[in-house]
């Protein structure tokens, strides 16, 4: 319910391990929807300086003492308790004027993505404090000298200063890297929502499961906060281009090169394509999705759709398919199960809104809505940021400037009809970098040309048809596992993307050395690191086993029978294996030749301990290659070697990744890849 009646709340930083009203009175934050007083905030007094020195020195080296899983566990822990209290930030976000339906990617959207980065960690990174990338590189002859990069965490803190439209998202996309990465964060929030964001950061810290450190909240003006900050901490900025440039230009952050990243305005674009007309599942798609673009969060949102691209022939149909959609859709307070879109955030940015509209207006007509009028279910409009839907179109879009460049943040787009895709491209790239654009389309021609014809220019594009119409996820949603963020005025920046936005946070190093060092640093075996080869290593349990434990197999011939016999009970009789004719007059070979997959059978016989033991499954092999023919009556042994070993958190194995070597009787390369095993903890297993 909307808390009309409540006294408002004095919002509080927390720092240096404390909670802290902010000096003096504060300043008011309305209810979006009433008007009403709902929040203070303040961040008088609070000393930013100090507050990144804690950051730095108590939470970046308590996280640091944890592994990227362990940190990803709790993380893992956080969100689920978040997912139980949802309802109470339903309620609070009631205020920023959003339905709870257009709350639902800011509450679930948020902690699911904190959980999608908890979960990829743990699947797709070891259970390390180092993260190698990239093969290593051999460097010398004799092998005593490589190379390999690795990363580790930046030694600062995160410092996370976030937009209005999103206060559980914002934070949540952009803590849950970092904190896996090992850094501790400092959250900014847009102080129209921070009440929102200070709510779920209470949650969050009373559950006391991350360390000490690790997370500090600033509600109220950022200060002289940057000017604190070192080339050891990272800036990550959501909000308007005009405070970004700022923030990039900071001294401070320019003299010691911070890492910022920056996520700005942006004109994304959709763009029908010209096989699309009336009548096709994609016309239906196209006016559904920006339709629902518009409307959602009342357009608030960076993904939205602005600019409206459709073939000149189409035009009219386009206009009067989305003003029936849009004559529809029920204004009104947030809390009314009548109301389909809600209010904007502010009195104020209702004001810039419109005057942004009369902007656009220098250069093209409004065909649906009226800025100044609206009706609503619920609520008034002298109190709560309410607008209408408003549909522009520009008449020469070619030639206009005003609206590729004028950001109406809002219920807004301007539809721009095209004629042929050149031009289609052309107008899209006119929004000099977007965060996404989609194009939709039946036509694989049309699609591989929009595509690659405005990728440059954007973060994301999305290819909406009948095929997905059900599954999409959407042209708005930015997704955890894909990349958010985009080139020129979208800000250049990168976020999420799976595993990527987690590298974000941590240094790349090219380190260099002996293997034997070398392996020691990255916690992986390299070739030429000391083995040890007192007994079958697959005999050992984790709480045994350690780098290096290597077997070399006895050697095994390989005959005629063996091909042919393998041939006749897979099935594959390829002429290479079966034909010696054939096999000649194939470049690669002198004449028949084993199947590459009999040889790592072969291998996987020869290094095998068929025991019950403590190696409990084989789960694949990665980087699988055949490098040198076999032939009949060459004889192969195998080298195995424990590469590295990945422990589970709570789970009683772990993976172990072996390294594995198959020669032939001149020690030729035959094969190589790693063997991937799944070894128990301690050996009999004890739960
Ligand atoms: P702002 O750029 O004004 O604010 C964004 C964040 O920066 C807020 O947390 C703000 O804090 C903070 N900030 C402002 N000045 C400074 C400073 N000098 N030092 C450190 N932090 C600072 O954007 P708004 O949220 O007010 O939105 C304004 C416009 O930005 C929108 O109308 C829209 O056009 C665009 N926008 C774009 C978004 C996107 O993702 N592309 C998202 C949201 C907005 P505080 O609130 O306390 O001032």
Not at 234 to 243: E, L, R, Y
Request: proline share 5%.
């Amino acid at each position: 319910m909307l808390n009309t009646g409540r006294t408002a709340r004095r919002l509080e930083s927390y720092v240096q391990g404390g909670w802290h009203a902010g000096r003096g009175e504060g300043r008011p934050i309305a209810n979006a929807a009433t008007g009403a007083t709902h929040a203070f905030i303040s961040s008088e007094g609070i000393d930013f300086g100090a507050a990144l020195d804690w950051g730095r020195k108590v939470g970046g080296a308590a996280l640091r003492r944890h592994t990227i899983h362990e940190r990803a566990l709790m993380l893992k822990a956080i969100g689920q308790k978040l997912m139980e209290m949802k309802d109470e930030f339903h309620a609070e976000s009631l205020a920023t004027g959003a339905t709870p339906r257009d709350a639902w990617p800011d509450i679930e959207g948020g902690i699911g993505t904190m959980l999608t980065f908890a979960s990829k960690a743990r699947r797709e990174l070891p259970n390390a404090r180092v993260l190698t990338e990239g093969a290593v590189e051999p460097l010398s002859r004799d092998g005593s000298f490589a190379g390999q990069h690795i990363l580790t965490p930046l030694r600062g803190v995160a410092v996370h200063i976030n937009a209005f439209n999103f206060p559980v998202w914002g934070m949540l996309e952009k803590i849950a890297p970092a904190l896996i990465a090992g850094m501790p964060c400092l959250v900014k929030p847009a102080s129209q929502t921070a009440y929102l964001t200070e709510l779920v950061m209470r949650r969050m810290l009373e559950m006391e499961i991350l360390p000490e450190g690790a997370l500090q909240l600033i509600c109220g003006g950022a200060g002289d906060l940057l000017d604190h900050v070192t080339g050891q901490d990272a800036v990550t900025f959501t909000g308007s281009a005009h405070t970004g440039r700022k923030l990039r230009t900071h001294p401070a952050i320019v003299a010691n090169s911070t890492r910022f990243t920056m996520e700005a305005d942006s004109l994304n674009a959709a763009i029908l394509g010209p096989d699309a007309g009336p009548g096709t599942p994609e016309f239906d798609l196209f006016i559904r999705e920006v339709q629902q673009e518009m409307i959602s969060k009342a357009g608030q949102k960076c993904t939205a759709i602005r600019r409206v691209l459709v073939p000149a022939q189409h035009e009219q149909a386009v206009i009067e398919a989305l003003s029936g959609r849009l004559s529809k859709i029920v204004i009104g307070l947030p809390d009314d199960a009548a109301a389909r879109m809600g209010a904007l955030v502010s009195l104020e940015d209702r004001d810039s809104l419109r005057g942004k509209i009369a902007e656009i207006l220098g250069e093209g007509e409004i065909v649906f809505g009226d800025p100044d009028r609206v009706t609503l279910v619920s609520g008034d409009a002298a109190n709560g940021a309410f607008i209408s839907p408003v549909l522009l179109r520009s008449s020469d879009p070619m030639r206009a400037t005003i609206p590729h460049e004028v950001e109406a943040f809002g219920p807004v787009a301007t539809i721009m009809a095209y004629d042929g895709m050149d031009q289609a491209i052309e107008l899209a790239k006119k929004g000099k970098g977007s965060l996404v654009s989609s194009v939709f389309t039946n036509d694989p021609d049309i699609a591989v040309e929009a595509v690659i014809g405005v990728a440059s220019f954007h973060g994301r594009v999305m290819i909406g048809n009948r095929d997905s119409a059900k599954s999409s996820t959407g042209h708005g949603a930015p997704l955890a596992p894909l990349v958010h963020g985009g080139p020129g005025r979208a800000g250049g920046g990168e976020e999420m993307g799976g595993m990527r936005g987690v590298k974000h946070f941590m240094q790349r190093t090219a380190v260099q050395g002996s293997p034997r060092l070398l392996s020691v640093v990255t916690g992986q075996w390299i070739d030429g690191a000391p083995t040890r080869a007192d007994r079958h290593p697959f005999r050992k349990s984790l709480a045994e086993l350690r780098l290096g434990d290597q077997i070399l197999t006895e050697a095994r011939t390989v005959t005629k029978e063996d091909v042919e016999h393998f041939a006749e009970f897979t099935g594959d009789t390829f002429y290479a294996h079966m034909d010696s004719d054939a096999a000649k007059a194939n470049p690669f070979f002198e004449d028949r030749v084993a199947h590459g997959y009999l040889i790592a059978s072969f291998a996987a016989g020869l290094f095998v301990e068929p025991n019950p033991g403590p190696v409990l499954a084989n789960y694949g092999v990665d980087n699988l290659r055949f490098l040198t023919p076999v032939y009949f009556g060459d004889s192969l042994r195998v080298r195995l070697t424990c590469k590295q070993i990945n422990p589970r958190e709570n789970a009683v194995y772990g993976e172990v990744r072996w390294d594995s070597r198959v020669t032939n009787q001149r020690g030729e390369l035959v094969a190589e890849y790693d063997v991937l095993t799944m070894v128990a903890k301690t050996w009999p297993v004890t739960a």
